[in-house]
């Protein structure tokens, strides 16, 4: 009996999280579509109350581009009892409470989603913005460093796929090379600014990934638009460093290209 028993549960939540996956949009992290599918997550969630990815993604989008922000938070909260160990769950509950303004919850959560995922650029990233935020420009420059040490380090030259180019690093290089160039260090602040544009045009030259992400919704005209003008940026602040280093060659070249990029 208890055998049979196992089975009917087993069954009811195999049919629970299969018609879940039914009605749940497909690209559950497109910020482009959480406006037309959010009655698809509330659907899913309800058909497969026990699938937390239903509710961590029925939050994001009702935070973000819908109108409720108290069911957002309660369903971060049913996600993370469903799933205590799910980094994910911490990030996007960290999310809302930065767009709140409570600062030291938002601080909480990030640095809870990197208990258990310490290598996310995206968290480690958010988490200096809250920093800066507050007014600690030591924990925010940290946090940059942090950055940098995983763009250093194995995990980032043995990623899964090397084709997908993590811009999240631009922000800690465009920064460091700031205060490198107000120092005078302007050698150091052009390494910077390299290293940024060279992340940047790899991103670029990599167009099949970029139309599939374009498809997607996961990239949007206005966050491409963004990412071009930040490259346009770093041409012209490496092209002021090579003049004031006197390598006016360098400089001419770096002009040359950012008045190629279309923005």
Known sequence: ??????????????????????????????????????????????????????????????????????????????????????????????????????????????????????????????????YRAMGDRRKYELSLKRLLGIERSSYEQIRGVPELVDLTYVHAHLYFGEVYERSGNYRAAAAEYEAAISRIERWRSNKMIIDVQRALGELTPEEERRVMRTLRNSYLRLARVCELMGELDCSREAVSKARRIKT
């Open 1 to 130: 009996i208890g055998l049979v028993i196992a089975c009917a549960i087993a069954i009811l939540l195999t049919g629970s999280f299969g018609l879940g996956d039914y009605y749940a949009p497909e690209n559950v992290r497109s910020d482009k579509l959480c406006i037309d599918f959010l009655s698809q997550y509330r659907m899913a969630s309800r058909i497969s109350p026990l699938n937390p990815k239903f509710h961590r993604e029925l939050g994001w989008c009702e935070a973000f581009y819908g109108n409720n922000l108290s069911l957002a938070k309660k369903e971060l909260e049913i996600a993370i009892k469903l799933a205590p160990t799910d980094a994910s769950n911490y990030f996007v509950r960290g999310l809302i409470a930065a767009r709140e303004g409570d600062a030291k919850k938002a601080v909480r959560y990030f640095r809870k989603s990197l208990r258990f995922n310490p290598n996310s650029t995206q968290t480690i990233y958010q988490l200096a913005l809250v």
